[in-house]
């Protein structure tokens, strides 16, 4: 079992920052893939980004590219996400999820443990 816990979300302006983590506790944190989904009202969960898990590659989706940045630190059991130039159609609610293996996916279903999300609110 992984029991992750999201924090860092809130409201900021458009074109601010927020800097999103990811708390893991339970089995080796290092033996996961982590990703960050989104999901805003009325609209099906999405893919943000995804770390391997050592850190050394990433992956964002087109609509984040550039914006955002994800990384880790295995000693403390975290993942990250920067979150920069944010825009209003940035507003969701932000989960972490991780996945056992040596693959990584965008694809929700694939991920074996989900945080509770955080509330990002992106204000024009």
């Known amino acids: 079992q992984v029991q992750l816990v999201e924090s860092g979300g809130g409201l900021v302006q458009a074109g601010g920052s927020l800097r999103l983590s990811c708390a893991a506790s339970?089995?080796?944190?290092?033996?996961?893939?982590m990703a960050w989904f989104r999901q805003a009202p009325g609209k099906e969960r999405e893919f943000v980004a995804v770390?391997?898990?050592?850190?050394?590659?990433?992956y964002y989706a087109h609509s984040v590219k550039g914006r955002f940045t994800s990384s880790r630190d295995n000693a403390k059991d975290t993942v990250y996400l920067q979150m920069n130039s944010l825009k209003p159609e940035d507003t969701a609610v932000y989960y972490c999820a991780a996945k056992s293996g040596y693959s990584v996916t965008t694809t929700p279903n694939e991920y074996d443990y989900w945080g509770q999300g955080t509330q990002v609110t992106v204000s024009s």
């Open positions: 339970g089995r080796t944190f290092s033996s996961y893939g």
């Open positions: 770390i391997s898990r050592s850190g050394g590659n990433t």
